[in-house]
């Protein structure tokens, strides 16, 4: 684990000359994208009045529509050796740092067969993308883990389509420490903290999630849910010491959180809805701030093996 | 006439919804306890294993190891109440914990590879059972709820069902540590 010190030094020595440079390619992207704005603009919006003095709401609508895309599509491609050179240059400095043994690559994303595998979500994403992939091993526990967004698509009576996500944040895959068969699921507790013991109930009739198990850490209870298919099973992958573990995982990060234990792994995913591991366009990235968010996010991930304790090996599981 | 027959009807669904409650929950709890025992006998059968890797190491804890050979023939033999079965299973654990903390003293049986795999053998059930234990007492602390509280506590009191007790930790276990006399000492 390293500390705040080890990467400010980090930050000083390493990370600053690269910064500096990758300064340069943040203004020349922020020019782009403020020259073009002040040119896209204002014809924009002189079409804009020319059809709302003559045409329909509808039409109105589909021009902004064209403008929006216009402009997302040139802030994409005016930052995009910026973004490039920033994930090369910081990201990836950032995660060797971390950990030696950890790779970093900016393009992958954990595949969504394994996204599916989980169990975590039922929802089937018709749209799923991600990037910041890290893949290793600390200590005897291998460990994957990437920022995802899997949306799902509906169509109302009008043809309109509309996106929902399903979830968008970290995704984490270990290795877990135990055998184990079936599956175990917990979801963050919202029917029973709203709804109490009522809440329960009707948590025990979701039989489509499996058996709900009620364990005794009133804690951790109150936090999760848990679904499983065996009993015994769930109480022996989360022993007394791992549901402390957790709710301390889930009370440090203060994010909703949801994890999964299904063919001998761990997964974990921890929503979040901002882009995790950006770069700053309008404002200025030499700055110690966002490093340490970058690194404070990259930190979580990998501190899972460790805090969830994942690298104790006194069972068969080698 | 016929809103009459329905009324009963509801009560009658009501009573069934009742019973198979109830039944439901004596049945789990029944299930869990028969894992326990299918774990305590996978323990059972891991102690001859034991003994025959520690022995030739262990000079001084023959007594401990003959006392635990007889302990299983006993528990495996079959034909035990369940209290009975407690009772042993506690006094095993025990003895277990012992012969893991004998181990110590002896740093060639603790590099033996044999000992070193069975050990995790060990630890692993030692974690099913106590799980199995946290469920046991999961499903009583259900049942006995369902026995108390209303309305099932009406239908149970017609069936004749009791309070069932948890697992509690042995008594040793769970004496507070002294920690005068271990200043005196």
């Given amino acids: ?107 992958n994303h954990i595949s969504q067969t394994a996204f599916m595998n989980s169990k975590i979500f039922n929802h089937n994403p018709d749209r799923f993308n991600g990037d910041d992939y890290v893949k290793g091993k600390i200590g005897q526990t291998n460990l994957e883990f990437s920022e995802l967004h899997a949306k799902y698509i509906t169509r109302d009576s009008k043809g309109r389509t509309q996106e929902h996500t399903i979830f968008k944040g970290l995704f984490f895959i270990a290795d877990f420490n135990k055998k184990f068969n079936g599956k175990t699921i917990i979801l963050p507790d919202t029917a029973e903290r709203i ?45 007394t010491s791992l549901m402390k573990r957790i709710t301390d995982f889930k009370r440090r990060t203060s994010r909703t959180i949801y994890l999964s234990f299904v063919g001998s792994k761990i997964y974990i995913a921890v929503s979040c ?6 770069p700053r366009v309008f404002r200025t990235m030499l700055d110690f701030t ?8 990259l930190q979580m991930a990998v501190s899972i093996v460790e805090e969830l304790n994942l690298n104790t090996r006194i069972w068969t599981k080698e | ?72 023939a006993k528990a495996v033999s079959g034909n035990l109440s369940d209290d009975e079965k407690v009772d042993l299973d506690n006094k095993v654990s025990k003895m ?17 590879q044999n000992f070193i795999q069975l050990q995790r053998t060990l630890n692993e059930v030692e974690e ?19 026995v108390e509280m209303l309305p099932t506590s009406f239908m149970a009191s017609m069936m004749t069902y009791k309070r069932k007790q948890v697992f509690e930790t042995a008594e040793k276990e769970r004496q507070n540590i002294d920690v005068k006399s271990l200043f005196n000492k």
């Fill in chain 1, 1 to 107: 684990m390293r500390s705040l010190d080890e990467l400010k030094n980090f930050y000083d020595t390493i990370l600053y000359p690269e910064l500096n440079v990758l300064e340069a390619h943040r203004i020349k992207a922020r020019n782009k994208i403020l020259i073009a704005a002040a040119i896209i603009l204002p014809v924009a919006l002189f079409v804009l009045m020319y059809i709302a003095k003559n045409a329909s709401g509808n039409s109105l609508f589909f021009v902004g529509m064209i403008v929006f895309f216009v402009l997302g599509g040139i802030y994409h491609f005016a930052t995009k050796e910026y973004v490039q050179n920033f994930k090369t240059g910081i990201i990836e400095k950032l995660v060797k740092f971390i950990d030696q043994n950890l790779e970093y690559s900016r393009n």
């Fill in chain 1, 195 to 239: 709804f109490g013991q009522l809440g329960t109930m009707l948590q025990s009739m979701n039989k489509f999630r499996g058996q709900l198990i009620r364990l005794e850490d009133p804690e951790f209870e109150r936090m999760f849910a848990v679904y499983g298919d065996d009993q015994i099973e769930a109480r022996y992958i989360l022993s």
């Fill in chain 1, 273 to 278: 809805l901002k882009d995790l591991f950006e």
């Fill in chain 1, 290 to 297: 966002p490093i340490k968010e970058y690194f404070e996010d």
């Fill in chain 2, 1 to 72: 006439m016929s809103m009459g027959l329905i009324v009963l009807a509801v009560i009658g669904f009501f009573i069934i919804m009742l019973y198979n409650s109830l039944i439901g929950k004596k049945n789990q709890v029944e299930n869990v306890f028969g894992s326990i025992d299918t774990l305590l006998k996978k323990r059972y059968d891991l102690i001859p294993n034991l003994v025959s890797t520690v022995q030739t190491y262990m000079q001084h804890e023959r007594g401990t190891l003959t006392e635990i050979t007889a302990m299983r």
């Fill in chain 2, 96 to 112: 277990m914990g012992g012969i893991m903390v004998a181990v110590e003293n002896y740093p060639d049986l603790k590099a033996n």
């Fill in chain 2, 128 to 146: 099913q059972i106590s799980a199995a234990r946290r469920a046991y007492n999961a499903s009583v602390t259900d049942y006995n709820n369902a």
